[in-house]
């Protein structure tokens, strides 16, 4: 899959129903060496719990609610990888992972991710924006390796998992199998321009 198209996520299958419409994901570079991220959900975002307004800050545990995350690599399969949850809270977090869900305790990010979240009776749209400082260690990449998720939690009660892809018989976003979006990695492109 290439990164720059729109990309539905879908279900995990047998979770809870889905609040809202369809929610798709785009992903682009910033022009900076970074990325941004644009999650759109359509449809009746009033079945979607959000959680309150919150200081722009590093937070645990935000997947617990409406959360939506991206899992970064700079190869398919054993290189290290990064997690991020945006809130639409404004709360975000980041961490460095040395092996399949082997979290990196020492890791701080270096730079904090914009977040803009834009909501009405029709659509819940939220962009994050990842500085370059925010991105793995390129090694001798060139491409990115990336997987888009998001946990949606219902006005009337439970969580749905969604992902571009859900290769595991459970939902498991940190599964290489769903880093499925491709792309030239944008500190390269930064560096030859």
Do not use: K
Not at 76 to 95: C, K, L, M, Q
Not at 121 to 128: P, S
């Amino acid at each position: 899959m290439t990164a720059t198209e729109i990309h539905p996520l879908v279900p995990f299958p047998g979770t809870h129903p889905c609040p809202g419409g369809p929610l798709c994901a785009r992903l682009d570079g910033n022009g900076q060496g970074g990325l941004v991220i644009t999650y759109r959900l359509r449809g009746a975002a009033d079945e979607i719990l959000l959680p309150g307004p919150a200081r722009p800050a590093f937070a645990e545990d935000l997947w617990q609610h409406t959360c939506f995350e991206a899992f970064v690599a700079t190869a398919v399969a054993t290189s290290p990888y990064r997690e991020f949850n945006f809130s639409p809270s404004g709360e975000w977090a980041a961490f460095d992972f040395m092996a399949y869900r082997q979290r990196d305790h020492g890791y701080r990010a270096e730079a904090v991710p914009g977040l803009v979240l834009t909501r009405d009776d029709e659509r819940l749209e939220l962009v994050a924006e990842l500085p370059a400082a925010l991105l793995p260690p390129p090694g001798e990449a060139r491409r990115l390796h990336i997987g888009l998720a998001a946990v949606i939690e219902a006005t009337r009660g439970g969580l749905c998992y969604l992902a571009l892809h859900h290769p595991a018989n459970r939902p498991d976003f940190h599964h290489r199998g769903g880093f499925v979006l491709e792309l030239a990695d944008p500190r390269r492109i930064q560096e030859a321009s």
